[in-house]
């Protein structure tokens, strides 16, 4: 097995414990995702898919303000699954940044030499934008997390990546039970 492999699938299993703990959102599962997206930063770059690379660095430091932003709302609803409300304001810029964001990401991929770059940068874009809305306790971060994982999954069958290709499935499909699970269990803040 060559080292990008075990990157890969270390990146998998911690992946899938990240999703489990996200979808009973357990305060640990922010520490085990700064292991994963450690993994997937160095997976992305070899392969040249700057973009999600950025993600997962992204990742590694949003993880951080979520585990302080869900320890303090733990406090007001101590028991099952904490929600807040998207905002209209908030959804206004979500949008705002994604269409820029994608434009933005699109030119500098295109010049990197990354093999898809409208994919990867829609792609790292609207997760940027779905972990910012995990770290409010959006439920409708699930809605986005359905389609940045099929299109991850795409993404990463064309380039190669088999492991990271499953893990991402294996992402889709639970996003669309945790947007059940926390609509069945959740109260809002």
Not at 37 to 65: E, I, K, P, T
Not at 99 to 121: E, H, M, N, Q
Not at 141 to 147: E, K, S
């Amino acid at each position: 097995m060559d080292w990008i492999a075990a990157f890969e699938m270390f990146s998998m299993v911690t992946g899938v414990i990240y999703l489990v703990l996200e979808v009973l959102q357990k305060d640990f599962m922010w520490v085990v995702g700064i292991l994963t997206a450690a993994a997937a930063v160095v997976c992305f770059s070899v392969r040249g898919l700057y973009a999600s690379m950025a993600l997962n660095v992204y990742y590694v430091g949003v993880s951080v303000l979520g585990l302080i932003r869900w320890r303090k709302d733990r406090e007001a609803v101590p028991e099952g699954v904490h929600l807040r409300r998207l905002s209209l304001r908030e959804g206004l810029w979500s949008a705002v940044a994604l269409a820029a964001g994608t434009a933005v990401f699109y030119f500098i991929l295109r010049a990197a030499g990354d093999p898809a770059p409208f994919l990867d940068g829609f792609v790292a874009v609207l997760s940027a934008v779905a972990t910012w809305w995990l770290t409010r306790s959006i439920p409708e971060q699930w809605l986005i997390w359905i389609v940045a994982d099929t299109l991850s999954a795409v993404l990463c069958a064309a380039e190669g990546l088999p492991w990271m290709t499953a893990l991402y499935v294996f992402y889709m499909l639970s996003a669309v039970y945790g947007w059940f699970h926390w609509k069945k269990q959740g109260s809002y803040v």
